[in-house]
């Protein structure tokens, strides 16, 4: 589906891949990248794409929660979060992939009225749950 109006535009530059810097357009992201011991690679203190990926779709995701809420008229708890899992791993038959799990707490909500939130922001509303669609797996768990 076409969007029908930029709303906002993130920029952001790498350079060396999985190893190396990374920065965004306006300073606020700049730092480097290490590829996990897990792949091979040294660890250490530096971030890597999917843990990126888990931040971001993480807090899209309880934005979209929010945000459907709000139109509910429910009140959110303050201590209502987002976990993201995002894993890597060779896929069929080339190349690799991503899976992706979020744990999302609302405590003290209805748990059915909490699946509703979660399912209506995941199926219409969170930018990222569209990008996803049918082509990563998503689990999406209220705990």
């Known amino acids: 589906m076409k969007l029908t109006k930029i ?3 993130a920029t952001a530059t ?10 965004s357009s306006d300073g606020v992201l700049d730092f480097d990248l290490k590829v996990p011991k897990e ?3 040294p ?3 530096g971030s890597n794409p999917e843990q990126l990926f888990a931040a971001g779709y993480a807090a ?3 934005g979209a929660v929010r945000y459907v809420a709000g139109q509910r008229k429910i009140q959110v708890p303050a201590d209502t979060h987002v976990t993201g899992h995002v ?3 060779p896929r069929e038959p080339t190349g690799f992939g991503i899976a992706v799990q979020l744990e999302v707490s609302l ?10 939130l979660l399912d209506t922001a995941h199926r219409d509303i969170c930018p990222y749950s569209h990008a996803t669609r049918n082509n990563v797996d998503v689990q999406i768990k209220l705990v």
């Open 7 to 9: 709303l906002y535009t």
């Open 107 to 116: 405590p003290g909500i209805d748990r059915a009225v909490a699946q509703d």
């Open 14 to 23: 790498a350079k060396g891949g999985r190893a190396g810097h990374v920065h």
């Open 43 to 45: 660890g250490g203190a």
């Open 60 to 62: 899209c995701f309880e």
């Open 87 to 89: 894993g890597i791993g």
């Open 39 to 41: 792949m091979g690679g």
